[in-house]
């Protein structure tokens, strides 16, 4: 378990309907609010969660440096939040942001622009379902 406590401030109607991973962790997903542009995906647990709903800017759990960080805090790169919706299994979190400057650590504006594996369905666009 990561930071998982019984002092998360988290809603428990909320918290009783997530399903986390072993280690106490959900996906989050960072679209920008007004283009649908997919920017990042972090990691929030119930606190990461209960802080991004009430400050109005995203709160992850980072797992390499095992602590919360709020986006923008030390990069200027600011995520603003618009809405935050769960998916169909309670189980990925999706966070509408105004992003102001790059989401991705590396300094782009997304995290998923610099390696596309495919691109328009295919060459032919004949791909179907088996």
């Known amino acids: 378990m990561v930071t998982m406590t019984s002092t998360s ?3 428990a109607e909320i918290a009783a309907r997530l399903k986390r991973s072993p280690d106490g962790l959900l996906p989050a997903i960072a679209q920008q609010y007004d283009t649908g542009e997919v920017l990042m995906l972090g990691w929030m647990d119930d606190e990461a969660l ?4 009430t400050t109005g800017r995203c709160t992850y759990w980072s797992r390499s440096r095992r602590e919360y960080w709020v986006k923008g805090d030390t990069s200027g790169h600011f995520q603003w939040v618009k809405s935050v919706a769960l998916d169909c299994d309670a189980d990925t979190v999706l966070v509408k942001v105004d992003q102001v400057g790059a989401a991705c650590h590396t300094g782009a504006r997304t995290c998923f622009d610099t390696d596309v594996l495919l691109k328009d369905g295919g060459s032919d ?3 179907t379902d088996q």
């Open 9 to 11: 401030r988290l809603d």
């Open 50 to 53: 209960h802080r991004t709903l």
């Open 125 to 127: 666009g004949s791909a």
